[in-house]
């Protein structure tokens, strides 16, 4: 059979542990045989990141913009644990963190849905598309940690020259501060992604922030939604019979907790954070989740949304074929492809993507599955295999196709 041309390159972002191993499989089995796959290699290795400074991940980033297609392994970010176990010469930032403020974008994370695998909330019928923004907050903070008493204050400087001064707290010994910020643009192109992206997906957005309290900062989100839905996609929701609704974030929480799920629920980095881990693992899996970075310049950076599953390198280091899920990998990869192929015109790419994503989901549905979520299957499985066996599985399937 000939070999699927590709017109133009992806950035290929490579990672680290358990993840760079199947990577690495997923690439020999199910990609290499079918497709001439034409991609920029970066080693975004914790190694790699260290001995170039992060310089790695900038020029990564630089290529998911040039080329407007990118697709990244889990990485490892750094702590004082890592610095020793990797002899790192200092604690290297997240590359994630880095990337996502390279390209400004919004995160959409979706469920992958298989009919044999039960999430643990019963009333979700229909998957859960969280976008979550992708710059700022915590995730760009300063921070210091104060040895006595003190007065804390928040001082900006414009351009103008004009000083802005409030007190934070007059501390009346040791404690922490920090200091975190957003941009306009960031926040209105983080509104623009989730309402194209809702109209695309045809799913209503839901926001929710805490401006009862964070009456500035949050309020100053929740008022650019507003403003950006009012003047651009109001006629055009009304057009596609979908809806924007905003409530306060604890609100947001309970009500996604009771409701058929079908929307797009967008989010602020921190909430997007913690929230995505927690649709991720209510539908069954980290590893059942595709992630995609949406930048507003047009470019696209398809992940796994779980780490590097370091316990399970740790056992493969010993020899053992871990039951690892290569599944959001292997939908980063075909994400990807699907979209490089959109964008070059060659359906063929398109088509064969989708091909993957087929023969893995006929795989788990068939009863053959990884351990992660063979133990939450209803039928059980027919089998539990070692992430080799079940890639194999999909190769198999492919070829058969
Ligand atoms: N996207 C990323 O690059 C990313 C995201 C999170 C964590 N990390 C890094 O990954 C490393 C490990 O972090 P962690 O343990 O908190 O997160 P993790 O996602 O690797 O693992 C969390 C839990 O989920 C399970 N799990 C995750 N993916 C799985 C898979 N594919 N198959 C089976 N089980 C799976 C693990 O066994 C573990 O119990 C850390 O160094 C962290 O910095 C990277």
Wanted: hydrophobic share 40%; with cysteine; glycine share 6%.
């Amino acid at each position: 059979m000939a070999k699927i041309q590709m017109k133009n390159a992806v950035a290929e972002l490579d990672g680290d542990e358990m993840t760079r191993v199947l990577w690495e499989v997923i690439k020999n089995n199910l990609l290499i045989p079918f497709v001439n796959l034409k991609t920029e290699y970066y080693d975004l290795s914790i190694n790699k990141r260290d001995e170039t400074d992060d310089k790695i991940t900038y020029d990564s980033a630089a290529a998911i913009r040039r080329l407007g297609v990118g697709v990244k392994c889990a990485t490892i970010t750094s702590n004082i644990a890592r610095v020793k176990e990797y002899k790192l010469t200092h604690l290297t930032p997240s590359p994630n963190g880095i990337i996502r403020a390279e390209l400004d974008g919004t995160v959409f994370r979706s469920p992958i849905l298989v009919p044999n695998i039960h999430g643990n909330v019963s009333c979700w019928k229909k998957p859960i598309i969280l976008g979550r923004h992708a710059y700022g907050d915590v995730y760009k903070n300063c921070e210091i940690r104060t040895q006595c008493a003190g007065k804390a204050e928040l001082v900006f400087t414009g351009s103008d020259g004009k000083e802005i001064r409030k007190t934070i707290m007059d501390m009346k010994g040791p404690g922490i501060i920090q200091g975190i910020h957003n941009l306009d643009d960031s926040i209105e192109n983080f509104a623009h992604c989730c309402f194209s992206y809702a109209l695309d997906q045809h799913v209503p957005v839901w926001f929710g922030a805490k401006d009862t309290i964070s009456k500035i900062y949050d309020g100053c989100f929740k008022e650019i939604f507003q403003t950006v839905f009012d003047t651009e996609y109001k006629d055009k929701f009304d057009k596609a019979g979908i809806s924007y609704f905003y409530t306060l974030i604890d609100d947001a929480v309970a009500r996604i907790m009771r409701s058929e799920g079908g929307m797009l629920w967008a989010c602020k980095n921190y909430d997007g954070d913690v929230m995505s881990d927690m649709i991720a693992s209510a539908c069954g899996s980290l590893a059942m989740m595709t992630s995609v970075l949406v930048s507003p310049s047009g470019s696209y950076e398809y992940e796994a949304s779980h780490g590097t599953v370091q316990k399970h390198y740790y056992r493969y280091l010993k020899g053992e074929k871990t039951s690892t899920n290569p599944v959001a990998l292997i939908f980063a990869w075909t994400g990807a492809l699907a979209k490089r192929g959109e964008l070059d015109m060659t359906p063929e790419l398109v088509t064969f993507a989708k091909k993957i994503e087929k023969a893995t989901l006929a795989v788990i549905a068939d009863g053959y599955m990884t351990g992660d979520i063979a133990c939450i299957a209803d039928p059980p499985a027919k089998k539990t295999l070692n992430a080799w066996d079940f890639i194999n599985e999909i190769k198999i399937r492919i070829e058969n196709m």
